[in-house]
């Protein structure tokens, strides 16, 4: 079991940056695929972005360009740096460590509005 706390949401307006932390418990993200996810209010979660073990990224079509996913092995935390924000990106976002852990964090809340 690994625990995961996400932190850095936050209000901000339409065009600003914001970068999101994840750190896991344990020393596991070299290792482990790493995912950010969004929840809206009312739907499923969706998946933003991944970093493999091989250091490879995708993201979902709606934030290429603006989100960037990278992590600190030493630190044994993932960011998500999130710039050119939209209100749509409105959402509650959760880290997300893959096979074998499937653990996820509580969520940070992150509103773009002016």
């Known amino acids: 079991q690994v625990q995961l706390v996400e932190s850095g949401g936050g209000l901000v307006q339409p065009g600003g940056s914001l970068r999101l932390s994840c750190v896991a418990s344990?020393?596991?993200?070299?290792?482990?695929?790493m995912a950010w996810y969004r929840q809206f209010a009312g739907e499923q979660r969706e998946l933003v972005a991944v970093i493999t073990g091989g250091n490879s990224t995708n993201y979902a079509d709606s934030v290429k360009g603006r989100f960037t996913i990278s992590r600190d092995n030493a630190k044994n935390t993932v960011y998500l740096q999130m710039n050119s924000l939209k209100p749509e990106d409105t959402a509650v976002y959760y880290c997300?460590?893959?096979?074998?852990?499937?653990?996820w964090g509580q969520g940070t809340q992150v509103t773009v509005s002016s």
């Open positions: 997300n460590a893959g096979s074998p852990y499937h653990s």
């Open positions: 344990k020393n596991i993200i070299r290792i482990t695929p």
